[in-house]
């Protein structure tokens, strides 16, 4: 961003990330004495907030997310709408997403370490074990069902943290979120319009491949979630 932007109880600072669903960016949340603590925000663009049954589900998914407490789970602070659009605000990682770091690593043409890749891998395991333990329905896993490396923070301490539990696939296939290189990581039933917690196991090891060859699944052709 050119200059910092009020929004609500923010301060919006540089852009992070930006996809289908929004932009995300590095803020400050102000309270009553002044700045409280420094977090990420992701204010959905115009196009989804005009669509208010879309928007009200994300947000309701949200809400659901919020209630996974692990610390390879990226914390929910809040949801809200300002003027017209809408946000979810979550903990602040200093660090780069997957996508990121596998894309540099390339570019470097320096390969990512096997040790550190298995690492990041046991840590999304242990994130998605811990939500799979909780239920949607009666009988119903919980799952993140769009796991993939831009939904993989790594810290620059080392920490790694899942994001975007809640962004459920269809909701971000109504959006127009999904991008063709999302499909890397989407489980066969998945791409054929079906999907449950197995499907994220499949989507760990896409990622573990991309992470122990230094190259990413093809995308799949002729087929697409529906």
């Given at each position: 961003m050119a200059r910092k932007e009020k929004f609500g109880k923010f301060i919006l600072f540089e852009e992070l990330d930006s996809g289908g669903l929004g932009t995300e960016y590095r803020a400050a949340k102000l309270g009553a004495t002044g700045l409280e603590k420094i977090v990420s925000v992701l204010r959905l663009s115009p196009a989804?907030?005009?669509?208010?049954?879309?928007?009200?589900?994300?947000?309701?998914?949200?809400?659901?997310?919020?209630?996974?407490?692990?610390?390879?789970?990226?914390?929910?602070?809040?949801?809200?709408?300002?003027?017209?659009?809408?946000?979810v605000s979550t903990e602040f990682i200093e660090g780069k997403n997957l996508k990121q770091i596998f894309e540099r690593c390339r570019h470097d043409a320096f390969p990512f370490s096997i040790d550190h890749g298995l690492l990041i891998a046991s840590k999304i395991c242990t994130a998605l074990e811990y939500s799979h333990g909780r239920k949607m329905?009666?009988?119903?896993?919980?799952?993140?069902?769009?796991?993939?490396?831009?939904?993989?923070?790594?810290?620059?301490?080392?920490?790694?943290?899942?994001?975007?539990?809640?962004?459920?696939?269809?909701?971000?296939?109504?959006?127009?979120?999904?991008?063709?290189?999302?499909?890397?990581?989407?489980?066969?039933?998945?791409?054929?319009?079906?999907?449950?917690?197995?499907?994220?196991?499949?989507?760990?090891?896409?990622?573990?491949?991309?992470?122990?060859?230094?190259?990413?699944?093809?995308?799949?052709?002729?087929?697409?979630?529906?």
């Amino acid at each position: 961003m050119a200059r910092k932007e009020k929004f609500g109880k923010f301060i919006l600072f540089e852009e992070l990330d930006s996809g289908g669903l929004g932009t995300e960016y590095r803020a400050a949340k102000l309270g009553a004495t002044g700045l409280e603590k420094i977090v990420s925000v992701l204010r959905l663009s115009p196009a989804v907030s005009a669509n208010v049954e879309i928007a009200k589900a994300v947000m309701e998914q949200a809400k659901v997310a919020a209630q996974l407490q692990n610390p390879n789970i990226t914390r929910i602070y809040g949801i809200g709408k300002v003027d017209s659009a809408y946000y979810v605000s979550t903990e602040f990682i200093e660090g780069k997403n997957l996508k990121q770091i596998f894309e540099r690593c390339r570019h470097d043409a320096f390969p990512f370490s096997i040790d550190h890749g298995l690492l990041i891998a046991s840590k999304i395991c242990t994130a998605l074990e811990y939500s799979h333990g909780r239920k949607m329905d009666p009988g119903v896993r919980y799952f993140h069902g769009l796991l993939c490396p831009r939904n993989v923070l790594v810290s620059y301490e080392g920490e790694v943290r899942v994001r975007g539990f809640g962004n459920w696939l269809a909701r971000v296939r109504d959006t127009g979120a999904l991008q063709d290189e999302d499909l890397r990581y989407l489980a066969p039933e998945q791409l054929a319009g079906s999907g449950d917690f197995r499907s994220d196991v499949f989507a760990v090891g896409a990622v573990l491949w991309e992470t122990l060859t230094g190259q990413p699944r093809p995308v799949p052709r002729g087929r697409s979630p529906g």
